[in-house]
C-alpha cells in the first residue's frame, strides 16, 4: 500500500516536471529567441505524449500481462488533460490575446484549429468523469464514454501532421505510435468477435463489450 | 530614390550601442586586415570572368567578420532592432532540419570558400563571381529592415548587403528576361536537412524582373557590421522585405534570367499556401493561420498589426496595381 502511494507520487511529480521545466525557463529567460512558440509547442506535445502513454497501459497489461499499471492510467489521462488545457491556455493568451471572435470564426475555419479544438473538448467529459463516484454513476456507460479517447488522439495527432509545413519527422512518429496503439485494439476486437459465439446478443452494434471490461471494473481505483 | 531615410531619428536609437562601439574597434583593428585578404583576392581576377575561380580563397574563419566598406545606412523603420543573438539562433533553413535552432547548431558545417555565383541565362554577359570579388568591387550599404515570416513571426534586421540591381545590371539582362531564378547550394555531405525529404531540392526561388530590381531588394553579405553566419545564408543571401520571408532565399550559388515564372521550392510543395508573389498581405491569411497579426520576436503575444506589403506599401504596391492579391497571394 505504502508502496504503491509513494509510486503514484513519484510518478506525479515526474509528470509535472515538464510543466515545471516551462515556468522555470519563463522565469529565467530560458525558453529560446521565441518563447511563446517553445510554450506551445512543449505543452501539445507533452499533451499527446500523455495521451499515448495513457493509451498504452492496456496494451502493456494485455502484452506483458503487467496489470499493475492500470492503477497509473486515470493519472496519466488526466495530465494529457492539463497539459492539452495549458495548450488551449496559450492560445488564448499568446496567439489570440484574448480575441474571442476571432478565435470562435479561427476554431470554425480552419481545419487546423478545428480538429486540435475537437481533440480539447473531447477531452473535456472524460475529465470530469474521471472519479469514483462518476465512476460509480455511469456503469458500463463510462467505459463508452472513454472510447471518446481514440477520437480525441486521431484529432491531436491529425491537428500536429497539419501545423507543420512539412509532413517528416515527429509528427510523422507520434502517428506511427498511435496507430500501433490502436491497431493492437483493433485486432483484439476482432479476435474476440469471431472465437465469440454468434448467438450473444449485443447491447448495441456500436458498443461491443470488451473482453477486459469486468476487469478493468474491478481494478478501477479503490 | 524612394526609399524614406528618416533623419530624425538618431542612430543611437535604433543601434544597439555596444555593436555601435564595437565596429569602431573591429575596424581599427581587423578591417585593416579583412580588406587585404579581399583585396589579394580581388587582385587574382577581373571580377567578372570565370578566370576568378583561379584564384585562392583567404584561409580562416569567413563568417562574422567585420564588414570594412559599409558605405551607407538606410533605415525603414524606427521600431528596435533584434538582438545579433536573436537573429542568428532562430532560422528556418530546412537543409539543416526544420527546427528552429537546427540551423544554428548544424550549418556551421557548411563550408562556404571557396564560393562561387553564377549569372546567366538570357542575358549578355554572363559570368561567375567568386564571393570575394562581389564583396570588394561593390559598395556595402547597411539597410535596416522589418523581416516578416509566412508563420507570422517578426523581426526588425540591420542587414549588410548589396542592391541586387547592381549585380543584375551589370549581366546586361535581355528584353526577353521577365523573372529572375535563384538557387540554394544542395551539398548533401554538409546539409543533414536534403536526406530527410521534404522539399525538392535544391532550394529555389523567384522573383519577377520588376521586384528583382527594386531599389529595397537587397542581396545581403553581413548583418550588424559583420559577415553573414551560416545559419542566416552565408555567403548571399536575398532579402525582399516586402515579401514572406522564404521568398529570401539563402546561400544563394546561381541567379539566372529566365522567361517563364520559375519553380520555387514552397510553391512546389504547397502551392495552396505558398504563392509564387507571397507578398506580406493581412488580408489574405495563410489557409492555416491568420496574417493580420505577428509576434514580434521576442514578445510572448501576438499582437502587432501586420501592415500591408511589410509597411513598404507606398515604395511597392505600384508594381501590383490592377492584380488581385487574393489570386496572385
Redesign the interface.
Known sequence: MVLKRLSKVLLFILALAPAAWLVRGMMTGNLGVNPAETIQLQTGRWALKFLLITLAVTPVRRIFHWNVVIQYRRMLGLFAFFYASLHFASYIVLDQYFAFDAMVADIAKRPFITVGFAAFVLMLPLALTSTKGWIRRLGRRWQLLHRLVYVSAICAVVHFIWKVKLVIGDPVLYAGVLMVLLGFRVIRTVRARMSSPPVRVRVSAAAPRTPDFHQTRTELPK | MLIKKPSDIPSSEITDERWYLKRRDFLRVTGGAVLGAAAAVAACGSGTSAESLESAAPAGPTAGVPIGNISKRVVTTNEPLNAF??IT??NNF?EFG?G??DPARYAGRMTTRPWTIKVDGLCNKPAEYHIEDLLQSNEIEERVYRFRCV?A?SMVIPWDGIPLASVLKRAEPTSKATFVEFTTLARSSEMPGLS????NWPYREGLRMDEAMHPLTLLAVGLYGKTLLNQNGAPLRLVVPWKYGFKSIKSIVQIRFVDKMPHTAWND??SGEYGFYSNVNPNVDH????QATE?R???????TKTLMFNGYADQVASMYSGMDLRKWY
Not at chain 2, 196 to 199: D, V
Not at chain 2, 287 to 290: A, D, E, G, L
Not at chain 2, 297 to 303: D, G, L, R, V
Open positions: 543573438q536573436e539562433n532562430y530546412y526544420t528552429k535552432s508563420e513571426w530527410e525529404g521534404g522539399l510543395e504547397n489557409p492555416r493561420w491568420s509576434r520576436i521576442p514578445s510572448y503575444f501576438k499582437t
